[in-house]
């Protein structure tokens, strides 16, 4: 069995410390982005560690602030501080070109990773990607008695498919909205791959082909998984994501050696 990487922490300053877990390797360094309220324990997580360690590939997985083994409190955290906790820990901890896998938020977090260091990153993959879910997903189906506790209250409670309750703060709404990608050009000139679930409950079915409109980049390829659902966990769903991250490194490889260093 696969030997696992130790779990580590970045202290941010008059801050919270950030839990992450490394395991060197060759460039580039492929990064996992977990979705809202997940951590970096989740099963595609650990599962793709493997597969980079049997590759030889460095890789990295964390947690946001509020999230699994992260300090903070979740109700703190906006989508640009948890935007700021992965620039954080990549930054520290890995070198070079990065490719990035952001699963649900973590794919709208990706992108904006992307966008905030282009001289690094050189691939993304989204898995069920979700840019813009605070007001596509969330303020825009809350009915008017929500959005008025929202507004004078600061925070609604939501039920949960996937457990507990959970609390959606004012702040995290504003914030997205200083954070919203799907209205205009996003200008990234990577190759991107968007793999879909055919039945997820959760990311509408035509939110690829809308990511996929709005990138500016020539090489965006998209995948839909039969019968997969949200969380893409099954077997055959986490199968399908490492072939398309081994052509995707493939691609970039074959690149590399064609026109040297980027």
Known sequence: MTARSEIEYLEVPGCH???FRYSPGGQPSVVFLGGFLSDMEGSKATALEAFCRDRGQA???LDYSGHGRSGGRFEDGTISS???DALAIIDAVTEGAVVLIGSS???WLALLVALSRPERVVGLIGLAAAPDFTEELMWCQ???AQRRQLMSQGVVILPSNYGETYPITKALIEDGRQNLLMEG???LGIPVRLIQGGDDPDVPAEMPDRIAARLTS?????RIIDGGDHSLSRDR???AIQSVLTALLEDLESKHRETGPR
Not at 218 to 222: A, C, F, K, L, N
Request: proline fraction near 8%; aromatic fraction near 12%; avoid cysteine.
């Open 237 to 239: 769903d986490i199968e």
């Open 82 to 84: 948890w935007r700021d």
């Open 218 to 222: 020539d090489d965006v390829q998209i």
């Open 17 to 19: 410390r950030l839990a």
């Open 185 to 187: 050009p996003i200008e």
């Open 105 to 107: 938020m973590g794919g």
């Open 59 to 61: 890789y990295l997985r």
């Open 142 to 144: 809350f009915d008017p």
